[in-house]
Nanobody, 123 residues
Framework: QVQLVESGGGLVQAGGTLRLSCTSSGRTLNTYAMGWFRQAPGKEREFVATISWRGGNTRYADSVKGRFTISRDNAENTLYLQMNSLTPDDTAVYYC????????????????WGQGTQVTVSS
């Protein structure tokens, strides 16, 4: 069973930085392609970034490209999202997601979700 737990959200001013983390309290994440999705108030959940199971390939939404960096530390069983130059449009609940085993990057989310962590960017 993959049980994902996010941390690292919070309130930050525009232009600031945050780093989100995601780990699993159940099965190791090392063999899963992983990603981050977000949902702003009144909007549908959207793709942010994903990373292949070994970490060699990444994919980003155009809205975050050049500002966000997804990475993973398989030895620590942890997924990260470094968020720089944050803007109020980045305000959302951010969800960690796990998809196929031994897979590459993806846009359509997989079956496993964390509970989400709130990111609020003030202007």
């Amino acid at each position: 069973q993959v049980q994902l737990v996010e941390s690292g959200g919070g309130l930050v001013q525009a232009g600031g930085t945050l780093r989100l983390s995601c780990t699993s309290s159940g099965r190791t994440l090392n063999t899963y392609a992983m990603g981050w999705f977000r949902q702003a108030p009144g909007k549908e959940r959207e793709f942010v970034a994903t990373i292949s199971w070994r970490g060699g390939n990444t994919r980003y939404a155009d809205s975050v490209k050049g500002r966000f960096t997804i990475s993973r530390d398989n030895a620590e069983n942890t997924l990260y999202l470094q968020m720089n130059s944050l803007t109020p449009d980045d305000t959302a609940v951010y969800y960690c997601n796990a998809a196929g085993r031994y897979s590459g990057t993806y846009v359509t989310p997989g079956n496993y979700w964390g509970q989400g962590t709130q990111v609020t960017v003030s202007s």
